[in-house]
């Protein structure tokens, strides 16, 4: 069977980095990479397994892809409201919020549906999954996960369609439980957070044998309005509610068979940026603005057999319907009319993978990875408006094109030849997708079946023992969805958008070269890496403004992007007691539209984290940590109109903060969180809210 390790830490000398032409400030999360006991080179090597990048079981040092992992662990110090913002302070990713109780991370400069994002090997990216920051990665309880893996740079030929700027693929927690007799596990982890009275409270549980587990848990979370470091209290309360359910079925020696589901609901959260006014703004863009409610329904098997057959040693089938719920309550700034939606998305998918050693000799190992995937989406959109002055109510037409569908089918494959001390891995992918959108009021009905070969090459060497060098260049695509297709109605940035069915696939060829390393001391990661974006669907003016003042955009394939940047991150083992890592993460763009060069739009500033982590003996773990960013005045056009940015530039800011943990006894676990400790007033660059300001926590985990 396939089983994941815990994940650990990371690793290399400084040096490496003076080569590269590096600052030796650089490395990442506690989770990041693993440490071992020293091997006959007296190497520490790096023991996290990861499946995402290969889609097979390597360690991160033997993948030549950047990857980051995030486990467990570090959700329960942290206590993030959402998911996404887990991968702050890692190496080659920034976090942007929108408004509380949602949160997007950027990936080497790419966000929404550029980054392709996977539950458990299924995509959560669906047909109206933005372009931009959206909701629906908030979707997913971070408290019911095992680890989050990311791929950093385009995956085309094993992930395909959205797969531009990276993948983010969350995994759920899958106890075991040993032994012939019958036996349970139960979990109960609970925090508070001063900044916004939020509660978070989890209740897990596992019962079962070796071979037949049950599990599940339920999570929820309340929050009251944010507090700013200016003192400023944002109207942002919202709650949360979660549960999922997981049963394995050991069908023989070689076969398992799995079932779960998962719900999350946020029954309504208000959007902060379009309640608050912005930057050029003397009022707000909207009178009320909920998301209500927003909710993930997820059903999925998964069947998993190990076989001695010239054909495959694994072989993995999954079958998987997701349905995200997208309903809204708005009221524009001045407008009488309040408008109610509902649009909803039902996406089926049915993957099936292979794992086929071919040969082994003198040295020389192949393994083929191949498989098959459908995915099928449908899309139900409705609105109404009701004149709160006379109650009179009407239907308008919806957000998206009633009835839309968006369907696909791909096959890939992927080798690995692997040599003592070289590995290469060459993959193609073909897609194939049929978009349907009706005719409606706004625009005549149209079918778009774009097709695309995809594809990549990795490459990793073994320069010396606990040093690699390793080079990833991949070319990936992502048809229009029904978001850039069909769209109608509000944006953010005080927008009104139109549809427009004739779009064409965007496309990036993705470069990098990195190192990755690992002594008794050090560990380090350091990649440079370019992306060169092709038919990049942007929104441009029509020059005409609403009744209420938006201003009237149309999507379209306007847009060359180049990407360009540096990742990078360290840990020093100063000794058995102490840590120090750092990670620094620069990336820069431009864009040309019409042979017109202007910065790239919403790049995330100069930005990082630096910490220490002292453990006292098993039982008292202290890390105190700063993270940063710099000013970013390097605006796009559309940056400078957007409320939601400083026209002047983002601001660089730092903020202290302190995590302490206490493992009172095997069973019992508690912690302290002090955040933002000198109370700084600052915003994320691209964000459309305040970041918090001075914050206590408190929590506990107990195992029972």
Known sequence: MMKLTAPGRSCAPALLLALLGLSPVIVADDDFLAENAGTDQDIRQLETVVVTATRSEQTVLDVAEAVSVVGSEAVLRKAPDVLAEMLRGMPGAYFQQTTPGQGTPIIRGLKGSEVLHLVDGMRLNNAFFRNAPNQYLALVDAYATERTEVIRGAAPSLYGADAMGGVVHI??????????????????????????????????????????????????????????????????AYRSQAAELKWRYALGNHSELMLSAQYLEQPST????????????????????????????????????????????????HLARQVITDDRLTQDWGDSAIVTESNESQLDGLTLQFNSPWS???????????????????????????????????????????QSSMDSVAVYASNRWEWDRLSLDAGLRYSWFDIFIPASAEAAAARLEPTDLTGDIHLNYQAAPGVHLVSNIGRGFRPPNIFDLGTLGPRPGNRFNVPNPNLKPESVWSYDIGVKASTTRWQVEAFAWYSDYRNKISQRLTGEITDQGRLVVISDNLIESQLYGVESGLRYFAADEWELYAVLNYTKGDETDDETTVPADRVPPLNGRLGLVFHHGEAWRVEPYLDFASQQNRLSPRDELDPRINPEGTPGWGTLNLLVSWQTSPGLELGLRLQNLSDVSYREHGSGVDAPGRNIGVWMNAVF
């Not at 409270?201 to 309340?222: F, H, K, M, P, W």
């Not at 000799?361 to 989406?377: K, P």
């Open 171 to 236: 995994l759920t927690a899958e106890p075991d439980l040993a032994g012939e007799n019958w036996h349970s596990e139960a979990n109960l982890y609970g925090t508070y957070n001063s900044v916004d009275n939020g509660l978070i409270g989890r209740l897990g549980l596992a019962t079962g044998r070796e071979g037949n587990i049950v599990s599940g848990g339920a999570t929820y979370q309340d929050y009251g309005d944010r507090q700013t470091g200016n003192g400023e209290t944002l109207p942002s």
């Open 270 to 317: 208000p959007r902060v940026d379009e309640l608050v006014p912005g930057y050029g703004q003397d009022h707000p863009g909207s009178e009320q603005f909920e998301f209500k409610p927003n909710r993930r329904d997820f059903l999925h098997a998964r069947y998993r057999l190990e076989s001695e057959s010239r054909w495959f040693s694994n072989m993995e089938a």
């Open 360 to 402: 082994s000799s003198n040295g020389f190992e192949n393994e083929l990875v191949w498989g098959f995937e459908y995915y099928a989406d449908e899309v139900s959109s409705s609105r109404s408006r009701m004149n709160s002055e006379t109650g009179e109510s009407s239907m308008v037409p919806g957000r998206y094109p009633d």
